[in-house]
Each structure stands twice: as C-alpha cells, then as structure tokens.
C-alpha cells in the first residue's frame, strides 16, 4: 500500500491561485453572506456549512431572461414563497426587494439571454442536521448559460422512457427543494436509456413528472389532462399551458382540460403527449416507451399551445420583467 502524499495547509491567497481555470457559464452571483454582486467565477461559492449544502435544506426556482427580460418572474417568487412557508423558512428580504436583486444581478451578468437560479437556504452555522442550529436564512442567486435561446417555432418532437426512479411523496413532490437527488438520477437514467426524458409512474401506475418537467396528454376525444399537483411539482410552464387550454375549450377547440390523474393506458392511447418546463417550453412528445405518439409527429394542440407561449415572450407581453 502507497504511502499518501501529505497535504499542503496554505493560506488564502495560495488557495485562491490553486483554483483551476473554468470557462465561464457563470455569469453573475449574489449572495446575501457579503451582500453584494460578484462576476468572477473563481469566487462564486457557498459556504460549507450551510444547511442547503450538506443537507439539501433549502428551496430554489430557476427561470429565464430572454431578450434582455426575465420571463414569469412573479410565479416563480410565489411559488417560492410557497415552498419557504411549507418548511419553515423565512426569506431575508421581501419577495419585492427579491426581484430588484434578481435584475440588479442578470444586469450585472451583462447577457440578455441567460438562465437564473434562485436559492433560498435555511443558512449556515452547523454540519449537523439540527435546522434550529442555523445563524439566519441566505439568499444566492447565480445567472449563468442558456443553451437554448429560440423559441421560434415549435421542436420536431422528443422520446420519453418510463422510469425507474420512486416517485416522491407528500411535501417531497410538491416542494422545489434543493434535494434533488432523485431527479438526478432521472436525468443520468435518460441519458443512459438513449432517450430525451424519463417520466416517474406512482404506486397506481398514474403519470407523474419528469426529472424537471410536467408532463400531460390530449385524448382522442380533444380533452387536455395534466398529472394533479399532488404528487406532482406545480410547474409554473404547466400551469400556463392549462390556463391556455381552458381558453381553447371556450374557443371548442377541444372539449376539455384539466387536472386529472391519467393511468399508463391513457398515455399509450393519447393523440398528443407534450412536455412543459421552463427551459423545454412546450414541446410535443413523439415516442413514449419505445412506440409512437399519434401519428408520430407533433400535434395540433400543442402547437396551438406554444405560439400562445410564445406570444408571452414577446417584448410588450405583461408577463416580461425588463432587465435590459
């Protein structure tokens, strides 16, 4: 057996010079430990001895800006606040201070077209899992890389696998928590699998959600289901997408849409299978489980479904918080 190599203590600065060189996907990061905005990669961290690190305990959102505005902001604070209140966790600043930050922040990543993820930690102060033990609750939120700025026309359509993974319970799928676990191993599974995404199955073999999507389908007879929030991460694309569909019900373009548990039969038989999610927007489903959706092409709903997405984007939309 080798002999370790003993480790250098070093100081600081020797540290920092020790950190490797990364291409920069990070653009800006606030964090309420300083209380300022930084742009150098190298220095974006959290503390080690926050809660959210070592024990997941925390709550976050991720959302775009697009075109120098940030999309759907105030349902992802509202949401956020919601999963703050089901833990116990109070936000260090009001949910209106909060959005001034988070556009001081994007601004100061200097790119119209970025991703941003918002953390809200119980705080550091303990690496034990005491939650009392925590100094205060911290507030990170870090612009970085959007692979995916278009949303010009609808995807040609994706391939989803069922998966393996345990759905979660109660609070656990309902609360966008940083313990994410499981949704990585959904991911790692996808990839594995050859496919785009996988989608969980509950006990009774009903439809859940993807690793970071919702998922639904249109029956033949033209009625929009969506998995209930019960089990399901309220997604805030989704919820758009059936405030949408109800529109199109009154317009008699389909029959129905609403939330309503859909069993494993209803999804092979479905004419169309869309995904929702922030960065996939709307996109249609072409292949589940190895066979095809439909006709195998993207339908006509959701292609309805996305250019009413899409008219949201547009620079005038009521629904874009200016950066830029």
């Given amino acids: 057996m080798s002999v370790p190599s003993k480790k250098k203590v070093v100081a600081r600065q020797e540290w920092m010079d020790r950190l490797p060189a990364l291409d920069k996907k990070l653009y800006a990061m606030y964090s309420s430990v300083t209380d300022c905005i930084v742009t150098d990669q190298s220095v974006m961290a959290v503390p080690v001895d926050d809660h959210m690190v070592h024990r997941g305990d925390g709550v976050f959102e991720s959302f775009k800006c697009l075109n120098g505005s940030i999309y759907n902001l105030d349902d992802h604070l509202m949401r956020l606040k919601k999963s703050c209140d089901v833990l116990g966790i109070e936000p260090p600043v009001t949910l209106e201070e909060m959005g001034n930050i988070i556009v001081q922040t994007v601004r100061a990543g200097d790119q119209p077209n970025a991703l941003v993820r918002l953390l809200l930690s119980r705080g550091q102060g303990t690496m ?5 033990d925590c100094l205060k609750p911290e507030l990170y939120i ?25 759905i979660k319970p109660g609070i656990f799928a309902q609360v966008k928590t940083c313990n994410y676990l499981p949704n990585v191993l959904m991911k790692k599974e996808a990839i594995d699998l050859g496919v785009d995404f996988t989608v969980s199955l509950d006990e009774n073999r009903f439809l859940g959600e993807g690793a970071t999507e919702n998922i639904g389908i249109v029956t033949r007879g033209k009625e929009l289901f969506m998995p209930p929030p019960e089990r ?48 996939p927007n709307i996109t249609p489903v072409t292949v589940f489980d190895g066979k095809p959706v439909g006709d195998g092409k993207p339908g006509p709903i959701a292609q309805r479904l996305f250019e009413m997405l ?15």
């Fill in 310 to 324: 899409k008219e949201e984007m547009v620079p005038e939309s009521t629904r874009l918080t200016k950066v830029f």
């Fill in 128 to 132: 034990g899992i005491n939650p009392y």
């Fill in 232 to 279: 399901v991460l309220a997604g805030t694309t989704a919820k758009r997408a059936m405030e949408f569909a109800l529109q199109l019900k009154a317009e008699r373009v389909i029959s129905n849409a609403e939330f309503r548990a859909v069993n494993l039969g209803a999804v092979r038989s479905a004419a169309e299978v869309h995904i929702y999610g922030t960065t």
């Fill in 142 to 166: 870090v612009v970085y890389e959007l692979k995916q700025t278009s949303i010009d026309q609808l995807p040609e359509g994706v391939s989803v696998a069922l998966s393996k993974v345990p």
